[in-house]
């Protein structure tokens, strides 16, 4: 099943009286690429969101915001990070005497630094969070993947469109080269008399010339291996693993057998054909990229 990379998905639950949410937004990335924005008190539990993370995701550049809201009579203390405090004024030290006025940061706007101040429960039980977000974060990752399947249908629909496209080129070329083999046989038979009308030519310089001439207009190999790379994406657009990245080598064999497929035959006709098949090849890509 084809699914996209790009997704949202949001979902909360109720804890000790506060409501803790998860926000998830993708796009398409190489990799699977994952920033983590999550309450101070929670930092630890960084390590074990991303290993669920990964163990649902392949690629992507995603983005997950973890945010609590405290009800009335939430039990809590305001901590004071005094080694991040101390590391914001050195900074603001240097950067005075840099510009050489000699100003630090002033109380009221060192206190608007995310991580100076910052709320912590009394008795905060961890083990307990860690189950909440793991089950929280679950439903976000169903939520994003509904709408990652749902923009994978149509990549698979455009990408299956494409295909045929291309089949029906290939399939028109094929039926030129019968004719182009004859136009090709009688080219060569016009080189061997010329050759042969040479007299100081030797009969192993003519069999040379004709293996050449033979070899340069031959396109078995291009068209056999199009049809091969153009099944094999077909099956993998109907696999259950994510397929993106071998889609992507195969567009990049299909682009090198057409550039050689249109190298070695100069015929109008094919060359249309060519043209057309690079042009659908360019679009499969564009949408490739998008794949998970």
Known sequence: MVRSMTGFGKASLDMDGCAVSIELSSVNHRYLDSSLRLPNEWSSLDPVLREALKKRLSRGKLTVTISRKRGPGTPQSIRFDEG?????????????????????????????????????DEGEDLKRAKTTLLDILSDALDQMDT??????????????????????????IEDRLPEL???????????IVELNDDAKVTEDRIALEVAVMAERGDVTEEVVRLKSH?????????????VGRQLNFLAQELQREINTLGAKVRDTD??????EMKS????MREQIQNIE
């Open 84 to 120: 991040m405090a101390r590391q914001y004024v050195e900074a603001s030290k240097e950067l005075g005497e840099m510009l050489g006025n000699g100003e630090t940061l002033p109380l009221s706007t060192l206190a608007q630094f995310n991580g100076i101040f910052y709320h912590e």
């Open 181 to 191: 083999n004859r136009i090709h046989e009688e080219k060569l038979r016009a080189r």
């Open 270 to 275: 094919v060359v249309r054909q060519i043209l």
């Open 147 to 172: 709408m990652r399947v749902a923009e994978g249908k149509a990549l698979h629909q455009d990408l299956t469109g494409r295909l045929d496209q291309l089949r029906e080129r290939l399939s028109a």
């Open 230 to 242: 153009l099944g094999h994406a077909a099956g993998l657009l109907d696999s259950a693993e994510p």
């Open 280 to 283: 659908e090849l360019e679009k």
